[in-house]
């Protein structure tokens, strides 16, 4: 009797470890599938944030914009380097007496200058000015005439405290 409960216990122990293993390999490989199946997901999703990251990085710019470069050839109006002509004409009004499109007073001995410039697209310009102490950005609505020259009207201005 003795004998046969150990041969049943073996038996049922041998079956447990058989039924254990075959159980959790299939649940590893079961993670496994899932794991990949997730990598893959992440990978799309890393792709598509990148593009719209970069389209987003692009979208506010002059360079590659379709819509405005029509806009200049409907005028007749050379727009190569014109967002390097637009900064040129912007830092040269820049002077001892500060920049004439910043409107606020300096405290100081110093004044307003434009420091740095990002056109938008065909019609509008965003500029960083400071004093050295004091901050703040411009929307310049500017203006190319056929000749290349470049007009500039202050929109809206703003000056960190």
Not at 124 to 138: C, M, P, Y
């Amino acid at each position: 009797m003795r004998r046969n409960i150990f041969l049943y216990l073996f038996l049922f122990a041998a079956l447990w470890i058989v039924f254990q293993y075959t159980n959790s390999t299939k649940i590893y490989e079961n993670q496994e599938k899932q794991i990949a199946h997730l990598e893959e997901k992440l990978q799309k999703a890393d792709s598509i944030s990148q593009n719209v990251e970069g389209q987003s990085e692009r979208y506010f710019k002059l360079v590659d914009n379709d819509n405005a470069y029509s806009y200049f050839e409907n005028f007749d109006i050379d727009y190569t380097d014109l967002d390097k002509r637009i900064e040129s004409a912007l830092i040269s009004q820049n002077g001892t007496s500060g920049n004439p499109l910043v409107a606020y007073e300096s405290s100081g001995d110093s004044v307003f200058q434009i420091n740095k410039i990002e056109v938008l697209n065909h019609k509008w310009v965003i500029a960083d000015f400071s004093d050295g102490k004091r901050w703040g950005e411009l929307i310049l609505l500017y203006d190319v005439s056929k000749d290349g020259s470049v007009s500039f009207e202050t929109l809206q201005s703003v000056l960190y405290p």
